[in-house]
């Protein structure tokens, strides 16, 4: 005869028993994470599927009522990332990417700790095909035991030399400590036509990781933002750093650096950012007057930024936290003025990770949601006219994808613009059913020349 145990004393029985209760919510959500397959594919083992539908053109119910949906269906390829053929912790992207040399060039990694790994990879839009370039654990080559980094949260740069340049992040605040023979991480450079990779500099600041970079590509000066390895010692701070590729060696380090992200002037040289919220002080670097970097009036939100723009801007979008809208700026990089544009909002999801000019300045493009929540707006893909502040959705990209090939578009830190203006590419975060995303994917989105006219 079976006899009822309560709920409470079930649980104090299985806890001593070494059972794990759990709910049947739990259990299914686990089920279906274990679903989930490596690698990811597409429908017929395809690498690529191209769609254009109307779909794309149907908005979100969070659309706000001053922004424009595009008149014309892009057409979109979609593929997904080789090479993730485990399941990452979760594989992902954070590092801003690149378009040049009629090429794609981007980033993803395995958020694991301590042995991750990262990768590089091409795309080629002429043969719609990806190119692992990188292999970070590989090219590293250390013993076993010992930290390899599961993140590239840096920028992908090009120098004047031919090389890609980047550098690394942990996966996990818990492993780069001594225990795993931690010393900081690592500047890479990766020479496009010989197809040779090398490191440049380990620890250019002590037992610091690298989540934030940008090049100065005829200097060869490799800018970064650092953060304390070992979380016990938060306390050190963010660190800028200024390295010098050529000679191997620190131009300048120092305290109040950048946590994600810098502005780049091209045409000077100068490297500014603000030193943790968007409401700090600018600060500028320069170069040619190599000592300790200098307040610049003014403030600016810079969460991201455009490169220079062939007229001498470049355009930022702050955080937008506490509730303010993210906000687009205009730096004049000849003036070193700061201009607010105006809001960047266009649904319920504020934070942008990547900003994008096209070759005529005219038009900005970003992806709202960045850190996963792209869909609740349904995934939108924005054009910002710089002239008129005007918002225009050109696709929304949710749930399109989740229906068609199950695989829900949840958001980026990486994207770039074609030289021609004409491709959009977007590395995406990506959901095949885990709670937050698990798959790194890519869409190349060709944008009707119909909206890229005034």
Sequence with gaps: MSRYIPWRSAALVAALLGIVLTSEADVAAQKKKDDVKYPPTLPGDKEVVTDTSDDFLKPAATLKSDVAVAKAAPTIDFLYFP?????????SN???????NSKYYASIGDHLAPAGNAFVYEYDPEKKTLRRLVDVRKTLDLPDG??????????????????????????????????????GDWIFKHHIASGKTEVVACGPVPKH???????????????????????????????FFAYDTKAKKVLYAGPDGPARYMLFA????????????DDAALMRYDPEKPEKPVKVSG????????????DGFVYTVSQGRKGADPTVYQFNTKTEE???????????????????????????YYVPGAHGSADVDGTPVVQYDVKTQKKKVLAFLHPFYKDKYGCALRGTYSSAIDAKGDKLYITWNA????????????????????ERRP
């Design 83 to 91: 090479g993730q053929t485990y399941a990452g912790k979760p594989w």
């Design 94 to 100: 954070w590092g801003d990417s690149l378009a040049a």
């Design 146 to 183: 010992h930290y390899t980094p599961g993140k590239i949260h840096g920028r992908l740069d090009l120098g004047d030399d031919g090389c890609l340049y980047f550098s690394t992040h942990r996966g996990s605040t818990t492993v780069t400590t001594d225990q795993y023979h931690y010393k």
């Design 209 to 239: 990781c690298i989540p934030c970079s940008v090049l100065d590509p005829k200097r060869l000066i490799f800018y970064g933002g650092t953060a304390p390895g070992n979380i016990k010692s938060e306390d050190e701070g963010i660190q």
């Design 266 to 277: 091209k045409s000077t040289g100068r490297v500014y950012w603000t030193a943790g919220k």
């Design 299 to 310: 403030t600016i939100g810079l969460r991201a930024a455009t490169q220079e723009t062939a």
């Design 338 to 364: 700061a201009k607010e544009l105006g809001s960047a909002l266009v649904g319920a999801q504020g934070y942008i990770a990547s900003i994008d000019a096209d070759p005529t300045g005219r038009y900005l």
């Design 431 to 450: 959901n095949r059913g885990s709670k937050a995303w698990d798959t790194a994917a890519l869409t190349v989105i060709h944008i009707p020349e119909s």
